[in-house]
């Protein structure tokens, strides 16, 4: 974990190239549709547990070149299952590549924070850092808005218990505005 985060940084910052003209910021909303997965015996047998929630936040967009662009995420996400919900702070680190006239396919890793599970902070036995790769869609509307459809798949376990196996995966569609 403390590699990636460590590439996290040296990437946010290795766009020497990059000038203030270059990045755009903005702001996105959106929906999630969250699945939990919870495996507690050796033989493949679990539960799965949805939960349809939202996510908000700051987006940057940097233009690296007319078909790529770096786009880091500050998003505060509600997600889990209908039995319980986690509150996260996520930073998805987002590349995006420019297909066509504004449609672009997105991939990247996503860093998360739990804040909390069912409203308490008293979290032992919770994973606080949690990874994630995403990959998805998006359309440029017009300069300033745009829309997105993204897939996460959760890679960390949400508990410390070696004896459980748990995921999350959440499928996201949002809509943003980007300043000028």
Do not use: W
């Not at 990437?11 to 549709?33: L, M």
């Not at 936040?57 to 690296?64: C, F, S, Y």
């Not at 889990?80 to 998805?92: C, E, Q, R, S, T």
């Not at 459809?149 to 999350?168: E, H, N, P």
């Amino acid at each position: 974990m403390k590699k990636l985060c460590l590439f996290a940084i040296v990437t946010i910052f290795s766009f020497d190239r990059v000038n203030a003209q270059d990045a755009k910021f903005g702001i996105k909303v959106g929906v999630n549709f969250s699945q939990l997965h919870v495996n507690t015996n050796d033989f493949g047998s679990g539960n799965s547990d949805s939960r349809t929630g939202f996510f908000i936040g700051g987006v940057a967009t940097i233009e690296i070149s007319e078909k790529f662009h770096f786009q880091p995420e500050l998003l505060y996400s509600s997600e889990g299952g209908d039995n319980v919900a986690f509150d996260y702070i996520n930073l998805p680190l987002m590349g995006k590549y420019y297909a066509a006239d504004g449609f672009n396919l997105q991939f990247g890793p996503q860093l998360g924070y739990l804040l909390s599970v069912d409203g308490e902070t008293d979290l032992e036995g919770a994973n606080r850092l949690m990874l994630g790769l995403n990959f998805g869609v998006g359309y440029d509307i017009n300069e300033n808005f745009f829309t997105m459809a993204r897939y996460d798949l959760g890679l960390s376990s949400l508990v410390d218990d070696s004896t459980i196996d748990s995921s999350q995966k959440s499928f996201q569609i949002g809509v943003g505005y980007r300043f000028n």
